[in-house]
């Protein structure tokens, strides 16, 4: 039993942890799956168990919403489903081919970066001060010491493959949010998984036809570690951790992840850690406090404070590792 004062602590670094991990585990698998196919895989898998949980609690209780029953809940699933899942893991599981867990993870760490882009363009009422356009422009430099543009190659295809990922999501999480619907984020998620696997089984049929696969150990188990591990374990704790202790801090666990993923694909997979991947990340994150600032600052205080409550006024972007929630 998790010590209450601890509980938090433990449940973040346990996400931190899994999802880390799980870029360890894509780059196992890939070495057996093609890259789009091992994706669609991964839905395949994690949609169905979580669809069968949604379906399961919509039966046992008449006021859940287990399925999209109206116009716009179609829409989100469809955009969600078909960009969130679909093109955007598409480009993951293709780009982390040529790159490290570690620098895989960190150029997806620019998602909480880019979001207000888009934000800024597509949403009213959205500005931006002196301050946080120069959070942006320091994490994009960021990614530009990670590349390592004296070093061209492979793995530069790789991260320009997880930059359009991370702007693809971005994209789509803003344009979801403008979308105002009833349907339960569970729901939401099992039914944008079922569209992804679709989108993504599809996508790998037109670019390869139907290859045939080699299920290995190491792959099938790669494989049910990224669907109920990664993909629905990791998404419980994530939204019980989104309860207790709310939007900004549970969002700073995609800087952790970054963390996991270098040092478990150094350890388990002999991957070497690079003084650009390091340098590039600590530029990442030093452009998204100060993109991040006064809400950082904010949660500061109320850390300081003797009862802590989740904000209820206003919106807060949180983009987690498979997906983007909005609160307020």
Same mark, same amino acid.
């Given at each position: ?14 996400? %931190? ?23 669609? #895989?991964? $839905?395949?898998?994690?949609? %169905? ?48 081919? $040529? ?7 960190? +150029? ?18 959205? !500005? ?30 790789? +991260? ?24 339960? %984020? ?21 670019? !390869? ?9 190491? %792959?099938?188990?790669?494989?049910? $570690? ?8 990791? $998404?419980? +704790? ?25 040092? #478990? ?15 590039? #990340? ?15 600052? !904010?949660?500061? +205080?109320?850390?300081? !404070? ?23």
């Amino acid at each position: 039993m998790i010590p209450s004062r601890y509980r938090n602590s433990i449940l973040f670094a346990l996400l %931190a942890v899994i999802w880390g991990s799980s870029f360890v585990a894509i780059k196992a698998g890939l070495h057996a799956f093609p890259p789009v196919l091992f994706a669609a #895989f991964r $839905y395949d898998v994690a949609g %169905a168990a979580l669809l069968t949980v949604v379906v399961g609690l919509g039966l046992r209780n008449d006021d859940f919403q287990w399925r999209p029953t109206t116009r716009t809940d179609w829409t989100l699933v469809g955009i969600g489903g078909t960009f969130m899942f679909g093109a955007y893991l598409a480009l993951l599981f293709t780009g982390q081919q $040529y790159v490290t867990s570690g620098v895989g993870a960190v +150029i997806l760490s620019l998602k909480p970066v880019v979001t207000p882009l888009f934000a800024l363009a597509l949403l009213p009422n959205e !500005r931006f001060n002196a301050l946080e356009v120069v959070g942006v422009l320091l994490a994009l430099v960021g990614v530009v010491v990670v590349a390592d543009p004296t070093s061209l190659g492979g793995s530069t295809v790789g +991260i320009a493959l997880l930059l359009v990922a991370a702007l693809v999501f971005a994209f789509a999480s803003v344009v979801t949010q403008r979308l105002r619907t009833t349907l339960p %984020a569970l729901t939401q998620q099992a039914w944008m998984m079922v569209v992804g696997a679709l989108v993504l089984h599809a996508t790998s049929a037109a670019i !390869r036809g139907w290859p045939s696969v080699s299920f290995t150990r190491p %792959a099938l188990v790669s494989l049910v $570690y990224l669907a109920f591990v990664a993909s629905i374990g990791g $998404y419980v +704790i994530y939204f019980d951790l989104l309860e207790r202790v709310g939007a900004n801090e549970v969002n700073l666990v995609n800087y952790v992840v970054p963390v996991a993923a270098t040092l #478990f694909g150094w350890a388990l997979l002999g991957e070497s850690i690079t003084d650009a991947t390091v340098s590039g #990340f600590l530029v990442i994150v030093a452009g998204f406090v100060l993109l991040k600032w006064a809400t950082l600052k !904010r949660g500061v +205080i109320a850390a300081q !404070r003797p009862s802590r409550r989740v904000p209820q006024g206003g919106s807060e972007t949180v983009v987690v590792s498979g997906n983007v929630y909005y609160r307020g």
